[in-house]
């Protein structure tokens, strides 16, 4: 159940949300992302029915929050970058904590981790209450072009298998005495690295040729 079930984002489940169709739950996430992000910064009570909302269909589609809480770890990179636009932004300064920041720079800060959490979470929603055949069911609904949900769906079917390989290369890498976390042994890992995508770009080549060599012509059979 939950990440084994399909896909390493999905949880599997029963609920009303899991059950909508693909394209209505696409729609709604554009539809939200974009008043996410329309939303002006010093509206606090917008942001608050936002993530009433978010949660709430958090809470009809069953999905334990933790499940989703281990996931948000994605957004981590980026809530790294906002906590440190106020001390390298200019303007007027003020004094948080007993240190000084930008008072622009606190806002735009607060504006980032608050649409960027929001964005995610509801990225990770749509992620576990859909399978991705669904999903991909629905990008063709809504007229996405058919090269790009092509595309798209061989990024998921392949992504296990290069997960794996990576798996793979850093156990090969520790059994020889390198630890991947020490930066005197990040040489090493950005060589795996290389031959990681060395490997994945050939192995698309060899996919590609197969089909082609079984009739494929631009569309994949129905």
Do not use: C, N
């Not at 949880?11 to 899991?18: A, F, L, M, T, W």
């Amino acid at each position: 159940m939950g990440a084994g079930h399909g896909h390493l984002l999905h949880y599997h489940g029963h609920s009303v949300v899991h059950r909508a169709p693909g394209h209505v739950k696409v729609v709604a996430l554009v539809a939200f992302m974009l008043l996410v992000v329309a939303t002006p910064r010093e509206w606090l009570w917008a942001f608050g029915v936002e993530a009433a909302v978010l949660l709430g269909v958090v809470a009809l589609s069953r999905v334990p929050a933790g499940y989703l809480a281990k996931r948000m770890v994605v957004e981590v990179p980026f809530a790294v970058f906002a906590l440190l636009v106020p001390f390298v932004a200019t303007g007027p300064r003020t004094e948080l904590l007993g240190l000084s920041v930008s008072e622009t720079g606190l806002v735009a800060a607060w504006g980032l981790l608050v649409k960027g959490t929001l964005g995610v979470l509801a990225s990770l929603t749509l992620a576990a209450t859909t399978e991705p055949e669904e999903l991909l069911r629905g990008l063709t609904r809504l007229r996405m072009p058919d090269l790009i949900v092509q595309i798209m769906g061989f990024m998921i079917r392949y992504l296990s298998v290069v997960i794996g390989e990576l798996g793979r290369m850093m156990t090969s890498m520790r059994s020889r005495g390198a630890d991947p976390r020490w930066p005197r042994h990040w040489p090493m890992l950005a060589r795996s690295l290389g031959a990681l995508f060395i490997r994945s770009y050939e192995r698309g080549e060899r996919v590609h040729l197969a089909m082609l060599s079984r009739g494929y012509d631009g569309r994949l059979p129905r």
